[in-house]
């Protein structure tokens, strides 16, 4: 008999259903005459009832059923007596798939923390909050795509390894075949011509410069991939390998990319809510009440749009002491980015045209020589969600902005020929996946939404 998935025994089945479920244990209830079994097989937050009687012919089984165990079991769909399910399965026939030591399985019926199950990733997506993050992980990927490819984005696979800094500030783990534990001892020393690649390399910080080559072909295109950084930066929100989104635009002005943006966000978060109510409900009421509410406000929101200069002003002129000062010139930080969406304006923020000093060389530079046309979309309880800018299309500006950053222009001859072939103006953002589901399930720390975290220190699984 062919698998019956419990997400869908639940929604749509029907009484006298003979069916089929394969899954995991969470708990054995024995009574006088029958035990009740549940099991779940992670299509869906909730647990499926088996009663099993003790006339079956494998009730032997039943006994020793425990939790994490796996088994398949046949039987009939039936309405349920008990509160706060719609269906249970009288069982037919038990069969043991693979047993766990109950002596040595970790994950009991108590709630664990989340730094207990950070130890254990083989296993936590078993639990719960783990098993809903991976339904919304996948549905929020799955809504990027399909808003992408909706509007006629192609996806375009970037280079996992690259020469290029797209980010011009270093922090990039290097790739090399040389013998680093003989260069080490001092045996021999490191000739790059005689590496791989014949030339230093690192795994990708940012997709965006490829991308823009397709971009300048295409019109439409769209990365989303795994990036990396050697960030020696041990907290909650960061990852030294994460996936980033970065749709890419030709003939698009910031304004245009605003456009976008706005429209991006408030499709995915829509879509997420839409399509996972269950693990969504779950993560408002034990990760944070007003989960929910703030996707939905945001999904309702006409975003403001601020410059930076006009940012910087409504900040120095609320009258609050910020941790880190107020002034022109420097970056907003997170606490400025959550009074502007919380307190100042109460909705979504883009904020546009931040000084030229703060942003990366290929920002397109504004005519006051001061400010670049790039862009920030904040949203409650986080700040930044999307960075974006316009492309400086301009070869000579671009010239000399490659070389104030100190960059070495030879490194990038294929991405200034973009600007002597043909040039357009186009602009494109970047999202962090992990970041956004981070704020989608209003999870405290970016460890509990990545399958298997690489940290400064760990790189375990």
């Known amino acids: ?43 869906t937050l909730s647990d499926l009832q088996v009663v099993a009687e003790d006339t079956l012919d494998s009730y032997g089984i039943v006994s020793l059923l425990t939790t994490g165990c796996s088994v398949s079991i046949t039987g009939s769909l039936v309405e349920s007596p008990g509160k706060g399910q719609r269906y249970e399965v009288q069982a037919q026939s038990v069969e ?26 083989h296993l936590r997506p078993r639990t719960n909050t783990l098993g809903a993050i991976a339904r919304v992980r996948s549905t929020l990927a799955y809504a990027i795509h399909r808003f992408f490819q909706d509007k006629g984005f192609l996806y375009v696979q970037t280079p996992i390894i690259t020469a290029s800094d797209a980010e011009g500030a270093g922090s990039m783990f290097r790739v ?30 940012s997709g ?86 703030t996707l939905q406000g945001i999904v309702d929101s006409r975003f403001e749009r601020l410059t930076y200069t006009e940012a910087i002003d409504l900040l120095q002129k609320s009258g609050r002491s910020f941790e880190f000062p107020v002034e022109w010139g420097s970056d907003l930080q997170s606490e400025h980015e959550r009074h502007l969406t919380e307190v100042e304006l109460g909705r979504p923020v883009i904020v546009t045209d931040y000084p030229a000093g703060i942003k990366a060389f290929y ?21 930044e969600i999307i960075g974006g800018s316009q492309r400086e299309e ?18 990038y001859w294929w991405y200034l020929d973009l600007r002597r ?41």
């Open 176 to 205: 090399t075949t040389l013998p680093l534990d003989e260069l080490a001892a001092g045996k021999g020393s490191a000739d790059l011509e005689e590496d791989f690649f014949g030339r230093a390399v690192n795994l990708t910080v």
């Open 363 to 383: 920002m397109r530079l504004n005519d006051d020589e001061r400010t670049v046309a790039a862009m920030d979309v904040l949203v409650p309880r986080i700040g």
């Open 208 to 293: 965006q410069l490829e991308a823009e080559i397709y971009a300048l072909a295409l019109s439409d295109v769209y990365t989303f991939g795994p990036t990396f950084r050697a960030e020696n930066s041990n907290t909650s929100r960061h990852l030294a390998e994460f996936w980033m989104v970065e749709p890419e635009v030709a003939f698009c002005d910031l304004d245009g990319l605003a456009e976008l943006s706005e429209e991006f966000l408030k499709y995915i978060f829509g879509y997420v809510m839409e399509n996972c109510p269950e693990d969504m409900a779950f993560f408002d009421r034990f990760y944070g009440e007003g989960t929910i509410s």
């Open 394 to 411: 301009r070869l000579d500006v671009l010239q000399r902005r490659i070389g104030e950053s100190g960059m070495d222009p030879h490194r």
């Open 1 to 43: 008999m062919k698998r019956s998935k419990i997400r869908d025994l639940l929604a749509t089945g029907t009484p006298g259903d003979e069916v089929c479920v394969q899954g995991w244990v969470k708990t054995r209830r024995d009574s006088k005459n029958l035990s009740f079994i549940q099991v779940n097989d992670g299509s």
């Open 96 to 121: 043991l798939l693979g047993d766990a030591d109950s002596e040595t399985y970790p994950l009991q019926k108590k709630r664990h923390t989340l730094e207990f199950l950070r130890d254990i990733g």
């Open 421 to 461: 072939y043909g040039t357009v103006p186009h602009a494109g953002f970047g999202l962090g996946f992990e970041r956004t589901l981070q704020f989608v399930t209003n999870m405290q720390n970016i460890r509990d939404v990545v399958a298997f975290p690489r940290t400064p220190g760990s790189a375990e699984f």
